[in-house]
């Protein structure tokens, strides 16, 4: 067992839940196999005109200022309508980016955007609590996964290293090197944006598309 693992599952799991969360999964989910967690998770149409890839740690303060401010207006405004498609993927910085980003890889993918929406919206609660792994199970059980889920989940070596190495090639071949990035097209935006600089891009993206 790597010290990651060792550390993360050292950490008590106790007190209430104080957070009511609202996600779409089956209370028996299990654990997705290693090739299914690692299937490219994306939101919108498969043939919008426009796709958008953004790289994110769950634990950046900018990726959760986008999820929780731009996101939404993007979401209703051009990802609904089926303009564009975004595809995420983790580029988490730290450990406890990289345990987030696999208890979302491990539960059910119906749910995927839902809980990494609520690990967004309440970063300064898992971020900062003395405990964040009992933070992030029970976000995680309202994602249908069980306590048991939440523990193989964080003891996947394998998983682990997956993303590990999908984030080393993000940086080795498309230079990602902070979060959060976007790439629209070929365009590489490094930083959060203002909804309104957001739409003047994809605004010129959609009409190259045409």
Avoid at 32 to 40: F, G, S, T
Avoid at 50 to 63: G, I, K, M
Avoid at 106 to 119: D, E, M, R, S, T
Wanted: glycine share 6%.
């Amino acid at each position: 067992m790597t010290r990651f693992f060792s550390v993360f599952n050292a950490l008590a799991i106790v007190g209430p839940l104080t957070l009511v969360l609202a996600l779409a999964a089956p209370a028996d989910a299990a654990n997705l196999p290693l090739e299914d967690a690692m299937v490219e998770r994306s939101i919108g149409a498969e043939d919008a005109p426009v796709t958008v890839h953004e790289y994110a740690s769950l634990s950046c303060s900018h990726c959760g200022a986008f999820h929780r401010e731009t996101f939404p207006k993007l979401k209703k405004d051009y990802i609904d309508t089926g303009r564009v498609r975004l595809v995420y993927h983790d580029f988490p910085i730290g450990g406890l980016a990289t345990a987030a980003a696999m208890l979302t890889r491990c539960g059910n993918p119906n749910a995927y955007f839902g809980f990494i929406g609520v690990l967004y919206e309440n970063q300064s609660v898992w971020l900062r609590s003395d405990t964040p792994l009992m933070e992030m199970e029970r976000f995680a059980r309202m994602a249908g996964m069980s306590p048991d889920d939440v523990a193989e989940c964080l003891d996947n070596e394998p998983l682990f290293k997956a993303i590990e190495a999908r984030k080393a090639s993000f940086n080795k071949e498309l230079g990602v090197n902070s979060t959060p990035t976007f790439f629209i097209g070929k365009k590489k935006i490094a930083g959060n944006l203002a909804y309104d600089d957001f739409k003047e891009l994809l605004d010129a993206a959609l009409a190259g598309a045409n």
